[in-house]
């Protein structure tokens, strides 16, 4: 094949969704960009939005390369780059969101502050599960909750892509951790070192006087929205903090107001869109790839594979909650 052109997949319309296998041209690295062969793209819920039309905050211009996650290699160094070299193995939350072009594509040019590099003890499959669900975990967890040593956490939905890392950051931090989660879906959170709490059998009142004395939990994070938010409100402790990465409903804080609690609200893709605050997601992926060399952190990927023709299926798959783990598109044969 020519070096002056890639494959692609490219979105055309938001009405059918479907995506159109092309040659497009190799992408060349501007100002502070790398260019990254991209060996695998990891796939969120906000993809398959994007790709049906339904996340206006987030939708490019037509046509567009979507994919929000990806691993890879770089190639190409572009003007003002320090921080990478040719050949270094890299991963991160980098595009398929307004302007950036996305994973799905044989080649990709990266604003390098948006990237880190690989953790060696994981393949680049499992590299390109992290980036998104890993800094939606670390700012709700870290920049905005500061979880510490010995408090009690609540993780909504535990066995989740950004909850499953959620429990692990807690966890590395030493703290206490709970995680709500279906019976089939027990040992996950167990496994992760979480005492698992099945939501469907135990009410919020019951699980908060068995596991905290009455008193609530230091901090709550909600990952699924919806009543599991109401339910937080209910489970957090007097000036606790309750973090959520699915805030986007209507609700009534008013049992948590009661409480004094501090509310935040997470939007992972703010730096991708705005530009601002980009450099803190690289900083974030370095502290994730420490964690993941020191044992104390593992993603959950699921075991089927995808190829870049088959990437619609994985949508479908995330979109139809058939996943256990996080779907990952092997774009590099």
Request: hydrophobic share 45%.
């Amino acid at each position: 094949m020519s070096n002056t052109t890639m494959r692609a997949l490219v979105l055309n319309d938001y009405a059918t969704g479907i995506f159109t296998d092309t040659r497009l041209p190799r992408p060349v690295p501007g100002e502070g960009q790398v260019l990254v062969e991209v060996h695998a793209s990891g796939v969120n819920p906000i993809d398959y939005k994007i790709r049906k039309g339904v996340a206006p905050y987030a939708m490019p211009e037509l046509p567009a390369v979507l994919g929000t996650d990806l691993a890879g290699v770089v190639v190409e160094v572009g003007p003002g780059v320090t921080d990478f070299a040719i050949g270094d193995e890299v991963y991160g939350l980098t595009g398929g969101v307004r302007g950036l072009p996305g994973s799905l594509a044989e080649f990709t040019a990266v604003d390098a502050r948006l990237l880190a590099p690989k953790p060696r003890n994981l393949t680049m499959r499992e590299a390109a599960a992290l980036p998104l669900v890993f800094l939606t975990a670390w700012e709700g967890m870290v920049d905005r909750a500061r979880v510490q040593a010995g408090q009690r956490v609540l993780v909504q939905g535990g066995a989740g892509g950004v909850g499953h890392v959620a429990v692990q950051i807690a966890r590395a931090f030493g703290a206490e951790v709970y995680a709500t989660a279906s019976a089939t879906k027990r040992a996950v959170v167990e496994g992760y070192g979480a005492v698992a709490i099945d939501y469907a059998s135990t009410s919020v009142s019951e699980y908060v006087a068995q596991h905290t004395g009455g008193a609530g939990f230091d901090i709550v994070y909600d990952t699924v929205g919806g009543t599991s938010l109401d339910d937080s409100f209910a489970a957090v402790k007097r000036y606790g903090h309750v973090v959520s990465c699915a805030a986007f409903g209507t609700y009534n804080i008013a049992p948590g107001s009661l409480r004094s609690m501090t509310l935040t609200g997470i939007f992972v893709l703010l730096p991708m869109l705005t530009g601002e605050g980009r450099a803190h997601h690289g900083d974030a992926l370095h502290a994730a790839t420490r964690l993941v060399e020191e044992g104390k952190l593992k993603p959950l990927v699921d075991e089927r594979r995808f190829t870049l023709a088959e990437a619609r299926a994985a949508h479908d798959a995330l979109e139809q909650h058939t996943a256990l783990g996080k779907i990952v598109i092997d774009v590099r044969g």
